[in-house]
């Protein structure tokens, strides 16, 4: 495993695994497999692991807090706030970073993580109600505090990273990234890079479709790519087809389509630190071979013009193309 310091401070393994979809957005899965594959990650190496309060809600957190009971030495856990949850529903009904919301969430992550300090505690959205300095301010509070170790946001625009990271270091900045969805290459990359904040790539296999083994028949009841428009049945056909040249690219580099475009992630900038959503153990053993693909600058050139974006049919969230995440559910 490789090692690398994201944002300067924390030590993580160069692959992270998100954990999301043992609990939640992907249909169910058995606990005991999670927790099995979960442990197999720690003895490859992988100690960077990504969950949030809103996924479940809850469980998600709950399960990695079982799992790693006796494991605390070995793991670098990163979780999220930013969102309202209906007590008696448990459904996403709003945003809220609000200084005391902040703090109540953070003292109910602690306990369902069952750990001492939060080492990565990032804003999942930012609230357009709450200036983002009171926010930031209040995670400020917990790094003071000793409950939280450093700092992130998602999906953050440039200036209100930048107004974040004058209020209090930003270690991490987690936005999707994969080859279908490359907003971050213009300007929000550099801009990390030039802040010392680690770029974290969510679905950085576009949730699976950049494995090529992903079919529409996979889409369970509760599955959240059901109302994705990417997925949908009037779009995947035609974008399943735009896999054909990656397909070509990964057997002339003796690889899997899904470490092909890891590594081109990765080789893309040093600053990238990809969290892959695996529950199985096989998945997971794959994607880490992704560390031994070496990619030149020709090879990314062809792995980023094997799928022209203006191809793509569908937006990545559901509410149209600025659409930050899916009305429908808590993702
Ligand atoms: N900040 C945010 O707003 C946000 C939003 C979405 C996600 N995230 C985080 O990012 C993490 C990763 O994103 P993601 O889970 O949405 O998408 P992803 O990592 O792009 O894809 C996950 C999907 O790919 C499948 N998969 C993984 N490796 C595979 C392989 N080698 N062969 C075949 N299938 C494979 C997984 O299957 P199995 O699970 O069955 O192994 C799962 O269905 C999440 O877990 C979550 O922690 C954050």
Redesign the pocket.
């Known amino acids: 495993m490789k090692y690398q310091k994201l944002g300067n401070k924390l030590n993580v393994s160069k692959i992270g695994i998100?954990?999301?979809?043992m609990s939640f957005?992907?249909g169910e899965y058995p606990e005991a497999e999670s927790i099995k594959t979960l442990h197999h990650a720690i003895e490859l190496g992988v100690n960077f692991f990504?969950?949030?309060e809103c996924y479940g809600p809850y469980r998600n957190e709950i399960l990695l807090g079982k799992a790693f009971k006796h494991k605390r030495d070995k793991v670098i856990i990163a979780t999220?706030f930013g969102f309202a949850i209906d007590p008696s529903t448990e459904k996403v009904i709003g945003f809220n970073s609000n200084p005391e919301h902040v703090k109540a969430v953070a003292e109910a992550s602690l306990k369902r993580l069952g750990v001492e300090v939060i080492d990565l505690f990032y804003q999942?959205r930012v609230d357009p109600e709450v200036p983002i300095e009171e926010t930031v301010g209040a995670m400020a509070q917990l790094v003071k505090e000793g409950k939280v170790r450093a700092l992130g946001l998602?999906?953050a625009e440039p200036d209100e990273i930048k107004r974040a990271h004058a209020t209090h270091p930003i270690t991490a900045l987690?936005s999707?990234y994969?080859l279908w969805t490359r907003s971050v290459e213009h300007e929000i990359l550099p801009l990390c890079k030039e802040l010392g904040i680690g770029f974290v790539p969510?679905?950085?296999?576009?949730?699976?479709f950049f494995?090529g083994?992903?079919t529409r028949e996979m889409i369970s009841k509760n599955d959240f790519r059901s109302v994705l428009p990417r997925f949908s049945e009037d779009n995947f056909d035609s974008n399943q087809k735009l896999l054909k040249n990656l397909n070509e690219i990964a057997k002339e580099k003796q690889c899997?389509m899904?470490q092909l475009v890891l590594a081109w992630l990765m080789h893309q900038d040093e600053n990238i630190f990809p969290?892959?959503?695996?529950?199985?153990m096989q998945?997971l053993e794959?994607?880490l071979n992704s560390l031994n693909v070496k990619l030149d600058e020709n090879d990314q050139k062809r792995i980023s013009e094997a799928l022209p974006l203006d191809q793509v049919k569908g937006d990545r969230y559901s509410g149209g193309p600025k659409a930050k995440?899916a009305i429908v559910t808590s993702?």
């Open positions: 998100g954990c999301m979809g957005a992907y990504d969950t949030a999220k999942h998602s999906e987690q999707e994969s969510y679905s950085p296999l576009g949730r699976g494995t083994k992903f899997t899904a969290i892959v959503g695996v529950r199985r998945h794959e994607n995440q993702n």
